[in-house]
């Protein structure tokens, strides 16, 4: 026969604030980890916006190139730009496709060949470079869209 009671091992319990430091640093790391695929899923748009925004300028640049007859305060559209961003590489039969990633940024206006655009949604100058902070600024001010007309 077993004897009860002479041989028992102490059990010790877990206290409630232990249970609630590993609940604590439970939420601290999701937090955290959170954070860093948010804030990397915000570089990557703001990136691909303005790489799009790039390859736009870049379009109008070459058109200009090819077409010197062309007055440079001249309204562009998609249309005019979408064979030079073939030719340089970036692949898109409409404007969807070349905004496409970019956080549901459209382009609202092309503005003209020597201006900059217009996007439906700013870009948050926290997800970017310190170099590209001042495009950023002047992009979400309109100031390089020419947002007059002008």
Not at 45 to 72: C, G, M
Not at 115 to 141: A, E, F, H, Q, R
């Amino acid at each position: 026969m077993k004897s009860r009671g002479l041989n028992k091992i102490p059990q010790q319990g877990v206290s409630l604030i232990q249970v609630l430091l590993a609940i604590l640093l439970g939420a601290l790391t999701v937090t955290w980890a959170t954070n860093t695929i948010v804030n990397g899923m915000e570089k990557g748009i703001a990136t691909k916006t303005l790489t799009a925004i790039d390859a736009i300028q870049q379009a109008k640049q070459q058109y200009l190139v090819d077409n010197p007859e062309t007055d440079p305060s001249a309204a562009v559209t998609f249309a005019n730009l979408q064979p030079y961003l073939m030719v340089m590489g970036t692949q898109v039969n409409d404007e969807s496709q070349l905004m496409a990633g970019t956080g549901g940024r459209t382009i609202t206006n092309y503005g003209a060949f020597n201006t900059g655009v217009s996007l439906s949604k700013s870009i948050d100058p926290n997800y970017v470079t310190p170099s590209m902070k001042p495009i950023v600024v002047m992009i979400n001010n309109g100031l390089a869209a020419g947002a007059t007309g002008q």
